[in-house]
């Protein structure tokens, strides 16, 4: 980025807000289309209700506390937010040999490469959906010094199917990805079939991608998405969690839910049931 470049950063976050982040300032939030999300109550700072207002502080808590879309954002984490989330799924997968390289959207570096439980964790964990970032090489440098691959250092592109190929070309084997639209999700499942595709920010979707994406998808999250939540649920082999679920739709997908359990020694509740199953607190509105 040239000296007269704007550092800017856009997100997406509790129910598609979108977020502009310039100058590691947040610069505007458009208003949500959820009421509330039993998710954004568990965040770090909570969000009850949504709106703008909860919103822009949610994301600044954020940034003063791990430095999103700053210089000094912290990369590495071994602390699980959510029990199922893709990052901590993937960690988790890294962890058992299942998966070896992971594939990832980060603020200040865009598409990047990484192998360790605890870089998929501090880069995904916390993280919303990023729609364009500008690059911070202090960011850059430390999440190669620590053996990952930023795709694009000049630009900070985010582009999933590029970073598959990137992986797949530096002898990966296992490669995991996540991927906001159906559109990505097909051509990553065509182009690269054995990718294990975790399909994540999903609220507001239309009901043709999401049957597009739970065709193509290992594990999809619902976020508060009605056609994920109906034809996922339907088509699912396993579901966990009940307010914002996460649906297995491969035998693979939900043997890594299965030993993502296994790993934790939290109580857990194994019943077999038709799926979907609605928890009694759901976003509201399901979009």
């Known amino acids: 980025m040239s000296e007269n470049e704007e550092d800017i950063h856009v997100i997406e976050a509790v129910g598609r807000s979108k977020i502009i982040i310039k100058n590691g300032n947040v610069a505007e939030v458009s208003v949500s ?15 009850n209700e949504i709106t703008p207002e909860a919103v822009k502080a949610n994301i600044e808590h954020r940034i003063n506390s791990w430095g999103m879309c700053r210089p000094h954002r912290k990369i590495s984490s071994t602390v699980d937010f959510v029990g199922f989330g893709a990052s901590e799924l993937i960690s ?34 916390r993280m919303s959906g990023l729609v364009s970032t500008s690059p911070i090489p202090e960011e850059m440098d430390r999440i190669e010094k620590e053996g990952g691959v930023v795709l694009d250092r000049a630009h900070a592109t985010v582009d999933p199917v590029l970073g598959v190929a990137r992986a797949y070309k530096k002898g990966f084997s296992r490669v995991a990805v996540t991927v906001a639209s159906a559109e990505t999700a097909t051509a990553i499942r065509d182009q690269f079939p054995e990718t294990f595709i975790f399909g994540v920010h999903m609220s507001g979707i239309t009901e043709a991608d999401a049957d597009r994406i739970v065709g193509a998808a290992d594990i999809v999250t619902a976020c508060a998405s009605k056609w994920i939540w109906q034809i996922a649920g339907a088509r699912a082999l396993l579901q966990a969690g009940t307010a914002v679920p996460v649906f297995a739709l491969t035998k ?14 939290r109580p857990v509740l194994v019943s077999g049931s038709k799926l979907p199953v609605y928890g009694p607190e759901l976003p509201d509105p399901l979009l």
Do not use: H
Request: net charge positive.
């Open 33 to 47: 289309r959820l009421r509330q999300c039993p998710l954004a109550k568990k965040f770090a700072l909570p969000v």
């Open 92 to 125: 988790s997968g890294i962890l058992s040999g299942t998966v070896d390289a992971a594939v990832l959207a980060s603020d200040g570096a865009g598409t990047v490469i990484v192998t360790t439980p605890e870089m998929v964790q501090g880069i995904g964990g």
């Open 252 to 265: 693979r997908g939900r043997q890594l839910i299965l030993d993502k359990i296994a790993r934790s020694d």
